[in-house]
């Protein structure tokens, strides 16, 4: 009997221990880190009418409650909170006054990741190559998890261009060394961020959020790449081979379906419209001294498309939220750099403070800002740069749009005064406007645009003198999926035609491009042509950080010098259609001294003098004593 009753108070204690958290009632974020530089933290607890409670107090050691909001929806309550230095990891009860024993609001102090800026938020440089994929359309190393019942989008169907394909973070982890060996340092992938969208019209078709641009919940990875676990382990794998990774962040717009537009803490959490009101998509919108304030306003608080509600970045809570959550995410995951896109649409001030508390917790950690300027001013505009204007952006380097448009007409238009390979020459030439050109993510093509390949009419020959441009001209080179193996296509009709599967990544695939066995003759001559390039370009202190000198390019011929004190590259490029002669003597500025080069592609040595360079050719050389 004695044992009954003892059992009896075992189960009856358990019971009454596991009834003293109600997990209808939530903290975010739901946890933060002892130590961090941020302790100060505000703490948006949500639940049925926790906004009604009397007050809310926090029995913890080195916590103090130091200011409460109740926003106008009773469901919400905001919290702010100091965490003292020297508190110790734990879990907090956060209690409601006047609600039952059973609803407190559970709190996690965590201890810190350690080796800050060597093992995590080690920042993206010049001396990385950014190898950029779609998780969706990359590897499917996870069939399990291709769709879930309790999603709004149920399908994978690789036969549909717009629906979900399966690819995953095990798909990436999967093929790491394959990225490595092509000579990349970093690994950006676009937002894999929960989308628990269902198919939304865009255009005459339905498509899936497999892009990731549809966030639903800024703390949660989406489930069908293996949720928050795989990113850590996908993060962990690719440290663990020398590869940094790009977290791709979204402020401007959320998902419809996010609880922020389901139900907000109060209704000036998302720009309001008495219709639909999309925005110019002008940027100068923005720094114009003569605009209006009706156009500069549309710019910052027009909807994307109709299921993207745009974010009030203006609104301190909001704001609050969303730096909180850029931190958060850092720390817990991980990685070392954000590309943040849709950059010129948010409200400036925030983008400046989201980065200066990014840089205060961690000082190594780079944002390329996704400005899409069309012109050298616009997009310098939106990083740090040496312009004299009212309001000065604080981003460390911007996707170079400019540059991308620039290499792309050099290889497709005839030399003119302003055409052609003029125009890459002059747009370098305006470097001048940024504090760093170095910082600038440079590239030929992206996820939004037509394929680089398709955009050279398929010339093998123009192929390799962009990808030569792209891994020697200042910046960080970013390479897309399967451009080095000859991934094709025009968006059209739709930018699904970019964001095709890599052949090979699913199980089944008739040619697996991941191998050399997989690919035609001439995609194995065009990933070597990459892969030489890029694993040069890594130990080359030229290439990765030294100084830029370029010469006026003369009927079709450019030629450009990297160098530093240790080393010096010379890339000559012939755009003309017919063959052209090198005189050296014309670049003795930079190669006095020298009198032999290497030959970085064919890996041969050869005296340096005069030579004649066929039509659409390229040479890059190493010069040598």
């Given amino acids: 009997m004695k044992k009954i009753v003892f059992s009896f108070v075992l189960v009856y204690t358990a019971l009454v221990s596991f009834a003293q958290y109600n997990d209808a009632y939530k903290c975010i974020p739901a946890n933060w880190w002892a130590g961090m530089k941020m302790n100060k933290i505000q703490l948006m607890l949500s639940g049925d009418a926790i906004g009604n409670a009397d007050g809310y107090t926090i029995n913890y050691p080195g916590i103090t409650v130091t200011k409460v909001t109740k926003p106008e929806k009773e469901d919400y309550a905001f919290v702010d909170i100091t965490i003292a230095p020297g508190t110790k990891p734990g879990i907090v009860k956060i209690i409601p006054k006047n609600f039952r024993a059973t609803d407190y609001v559970q709190f996690e102090i965590k201890p810190r990741r350690k080796n800050m800026g060597k093992d995590y938020a080690q920042g993206v440089t010049s001396k990385d190559f950014v190898y950029l994929l779609m998780p969706d359309r990359f590897s499917n190393g996870d069939p399990s998890n291709d769709a879930f019942a309790d999603l709004r989008d149920t399908e994978s169907d690789r036969s549909n261009i717009f629906a979900r394909h399966g690819g995953d973070l095990t798909g990436i982890v999967n093929h790491l060394d394959y990225i490595k060996d092509l000579g990349a340092t970093a690994v950006w992938c676009t937002p894999l961020v929960e989308n628990d969208m269902p198919k939304m019209r865009e255009d005459i078709f339905d498509l899936a959020g497999f892009h990731g641009y549809w966030f639903t919940d800024h703390y949660t990875i989406d489930k069908r790449y293996g949720g928050n676990e795989a990113y850590k382990a996908m993060i962990a794998a690719a440290h663990a081979k020398g590869l940094k990774v790009i977290h791709d962040a979204v402020y401007n717009h959320i998902g ?11 209704k000036d959490w998302i720009n309001q419209w008495p219709e639909f009101t999309p925005p110019s998509h002008r940027d ?9 304030s009706t156009d500069n306003s549309n710019m910052l608080k027009g ?25 958060w ?33 961690f000082p190594t ?52 005064w302003t055409e052609g390979i003029n125009k890459l020459y002059l747009t370098l030439a305006e470097d001048f406007a940024y504090k760093e050109p170095l910082n600038n993510c440079i590239f030929l093509d992206n996820h939004d645009m037509n394929r680089f390949y398709s955009v050279v009419n398929e010339d093998f020959a123009k192929y390799k003198m962009g990808m030569a441009m792209l891994l020697t001209m200042r910046g960080i080179p970013q390479l897309y999926y399967g451009d080095e193996v000859l991934m094709k296509n025009f968006k059209n009709p739709t930018d699904q035609d970019v964001r095709l599967d890599f052949p090979g990544g699913w199980a089944g695939d008739p040619n697996n491009k991941f191998t050399a066995a997989g690919r035609t003759p001439q995609e194995n001559e065009a990933f070597n042509y990459v892969k030489t390039l890029a694993n ?85 050389y190493e010069l040598l004593k």
């Fill in 536 to 620: 040069y370009r890594k130990k080359s202190s030229a290439l990765t950080t030294g100084k830029t000198m370029q010469f006026i390019p003369q009927a079709g011929l450019y030629v450009y010098f990297r160098y530093d004190n240790n080393q010096t590259v010379m890339v000559i490029s012939n755009t003309a259609k017919e063959e052209k002669k090198i005189t050296v003597d014309r670049f003795a500025e930079r190669t006095k001294g020298f009198t032999k080069f290497k030959n970085i592609i064919t890996n041969t040595t050869g005296e340096l003098k005069d030579f004649n360079l066929g039509s659409y050719q390229t040479v890059v």
């Fill in 256 to 266: 419809l379906y996010h609880w922020i537009n389901l139900n907000p803490p109060s």
């Fill in 303 to 327: 909807w994307f498309v109709k299921h993207l509600p745009d974010l009030n970045l203006a609104n301190p809570f909001v704001a609050t939220y969303l730096i909180q959550n850029a931190i």
């Fill in 329 to 361: 995410l850092t720390e817990e995951f991980g990685f070392d750099g954000f590309r943040v896109d849709t950059y010129k649409y948010c409200d400036e001030r925030f983008l400046n403070n989201v980065n200066t508390a990014l840089l205060k917790e």
């Fill in 284 to 292: 100068a919108s923005l720094f114009d001294p003569y605009r209006s």
């Fill in 365 to 416: 950690i780079s944002t390329f800002a996704e400005g899409w300027g069309n012109d050298v001013m616009a997009n310098a505009y939106f990083a740090r740069n040496n312009l004299d204007i009212p309001f000065k952006h604080n981003a460390m380097g911007a996707l170079d749009f400019p540059l991308c448009f620039a290499m792309q007409n050099s290889l497709n238009q005839p030399a003119g």
